[in-house]
């Protein structure tokens, strides 16, 4: 069992910058890769990026790649999500999640099903 919270969400203009956090728990320690996802009023869940247990290997929605960068520290058992020129379409709750071992790949590693375990979700709105 993995316990997940997310936080950092908040409000922020056009062009600005959020760092989330996500820290993860549990009998697994920090034998799990993380991915952070995102859904918007109305919209279904989609990816954002995902990162291996070691942090050697990272995965990037095509929408977010070369503004949003996920990171994590093993030690403080945390993962992390560096949003920069954020836009208004980035509007939504930002989930993070845990996957178990063995199901995590470059093929997986996009899609909601290969995680076993979510947090709450943190708001994050950009104006104009």
């Known amino acids: 069992q993995v316990q997940v919270v997310e936080s950092g969400g908040g409000l922020v203009q056009d062009g600005g910058s959020l760092r989330l956090s996500c820290a993860a728990s549990?009998?697994?320690?920090?034998?799990?890769?993380m991915g952070w996802f995102r859904q918007a009023p109305g919209k279904e869940r989609e990816f954002v990026a995902a990162?291996?247990?070691?942090?050697?290997?990272?995965y990037y929605a095509g929408s977010v790649k070369g503004r949003f960068t996920i990171s994590r520290d093993n030690a403080k058992n945390m993962v992390f999500l560096q949003m920069d020129s954020l836009k208004p379409e980035d509007t939504a709750i930002y989930y993070c999640?845990?996957?178990?071992?063995?199901?995590?790949?470059?093929?997986?590693?996009?899609?909601?099903?290969?995680?076993?375990?979510w947090g709450q979700g943190t708001q994050v709105t950009v104006s104009s």
């Open positions: 990162i291996s247990r070691t942090g050697g290997t990272t």
């Open positions: 999640a845990a996957a178990l071992l063995g199901n995590w790949y470059a093929s997986t590693a996009s899609k909601a099903r290969t995680y076993n375990y």
């Open positions: 549990g009998r697994t320690g920090s034998s799990y890769a």
